[in-house]
Nanobody
Framework: QVQLVESGGGLVQAGGSLRLSCAAS????????MGWFRQAPGKEREFVAA????????YYADSVKGRFTISRDNAKNTVYLQMNNLKPEDTAVYYC???????????????WGQGTQVTVSS
């Protein structure tokens, strides 16, 4: 099993920044991909960003390109999501996920964290 714990969410004004962290533990050798997803009230969970542990390749949803940056610290088994220029439409619960292969699909991930709330006020 792989355990994921997110942190760093909160309330921020539009235009502000937040950095989310996702610490992985357990059988992390089974996973090469870490992804961030978000779910707003009444909406489906959607892909935000993903990164490969092994080569650092990063992938982003069009809606966050140029504003969000995903990174990893292999020594700490931690993935980060730096979110800049936040907009009210970024308000959602943000989840990190892990899987052997990088995917942009919710169904592509077997391991999930509990989520952290991000609220952006206008």
């Amino acid at each position: 099993q792989v355990q994921l714990v997110e942190s760093g969410g909160g309330l921020v004004q539009a235009g502000g920044s937040l950095r989310l962290s996702c610490a992985a533990s357990g059988r992390t050798f089974r996973t090469d991909a870490m992804g961030w997803f978000r779910q707003a009230p009444g909406k489906e969970r959607e892909f935000v960003a993903a990164i490969s542990w092994s080569d650092g390749s990063a992938y982003y949803a069009d809606s966050v390109k140029g504003r969000f940056t995903i990174s990893r610290d292999n020594a700490k088994n931690t993935v980060y999501l730096q979110m800049n220029n936040l907009k009210p439409e970024d308000t959602a619960v943000y989840y990190c996920a892990a899987e052997p292969l990088v995917s942009v699909y919710v169904d592509g991930y077997a391991y999930w964290g509990q989520g952290t709330q991000v609220t952006v006020s206008s």
